[in-house]
């Protein structure tokens, strides 16, 4: 029987900022945020002790993946338990529906909406624990790049494509047009056990290089498809590839990329500083029609280890 992962998942670690003390310092004394601001991840230009370092992981967190039988009770207390209620196996592909929201506009973004406000068209793609398709303090491909800066997919898609060839991208899903700032979209992607992350980019535009999207939602977890809808609020990020500070400012290369980061009120001296803003969107992913409802998976059970280095 096929196992849902066979693979152990690797992170590396980076700080983040809970926004609820603006200490500069490691030792810096308490100086709350007031308000408090949206969690971050900490790059080389974040504000701070950490402004203009590079620094590598701090550390590495691993879930270690192990196969183990069930455990067997003696006939004589085994609890009998009626077929119906049997583990069942899990369809080996599942259908997902992803749904952008669209919250940009004039009156809730005052002075963050440039004319002709729109997003590029998504691009989705469902892949295993071993690739990801872009992510914060990271580097941003070229294919990433071409979307955030020019709206374009036709790199990503290049890229995703060389994915599938070696079996870490399972589908692939492009809007056909650009999405209005003020409306929505949905597509469906499919999934199966060893392809169960999605993730999703399309350009804020116009913009120097920024986008948002979502990264490795997992939706199957616990021997289960997911069921429940996955709701994000969407940030725009910085694809780190271009210095301009405006919707609208001319073409300045960043030399050399730094890596994606979150854009806040706080990140730089871009159009976005000093400036409380609400989310631009919202990201949620439904099951489609015809998906599993609960299925179970045995008769092997897994046992996950997560190990922080």
């Known amino acids: 029987t096929a196992l849902p992962i066979s693979t152990d998942y690797v992170r590396e670690n980076f700080p983040y900022d809970a926004g609820t003390d603006n200490g500069t310092e490691f030792i810096s004394p308490n100086s709350p945020s007031s308000p408090p601001e949206n969690i971050f991840l900490i790059t080389n230009e974040t504000t701070g002790i950490f402004f203009g370092k590079n620094f590598s992981s701090f550390a590495t967190t691993t879930v270690k993946w192990k196969a183990t039988p069930p455990t067997s009770s003696p006939a ?70 071409e979307v955030a800066e020019l709206g374009s ?75 429940a809808e996955y709701s994000r609020d969407n ?16 073409n300045d290369p960043t030399n050399p990329p730094v890596n994606i980061f979150l854009i806040t009120k706080t ?3 871009d159009v976005f500083f000093n400036k409380t803003f609400p989310k631009f969107g919202v990201t949620k992913i439904r099951a489609g029609e015809g998906s599993a409802a609960s299925l179970g998976f045995g008769p092997m059970t897994t046992a996950l280890l997560v190990v922080l280095s």
Do not use: C
């Open 76 to 145: 004589s207390t085994s609890p009998v338990v009626p077929d119906t209620l049997a583990p069942t196996t899990p369809a080996s592909t599942q259908t997902y529906d992803v749904v952008f929201e669209s919250m940009w506009s004039a009156a809730n973004h005052s002075g963050l909406f440039p004319p002709d406000a729109h997003w590029s068209p998504i691009v989705i793609a469902s892949h295993s624990a071993s690739y990801y398709m872009w992510r914060t303090g990271a580097l941003a491909s070229t294919g990433v790049k």
């Open 153 to 227: 997919a036709t790199t990503l898609r290049a890229e995703l494509v060389a994915q599938q060839q070696k079996g870490t991208v399972l589908d692939i899903a492009i809007a056909s047009g650009r999405i209005s700032a003020g409306a929505g979209f949905s597509l469906k992607i499919k999934v199966d056990v060893d392809h169960p992350y999605v993730s999703a980019v399309t350009m804020m535009a116009p913009s120097p290089d920024w986008f948002v999207g979502i990264r490795d939602v997992n939706l199957y977890a616990g021997d289960k498809w997911r069921t």
């Open 235 to 250: 940030f725009p990020y910085d694809a780190g590839t271009d210095s301009g500070f405006d919707f609208t400012s001319a």
């Open 267 to 269: 990140t730089g001296d």
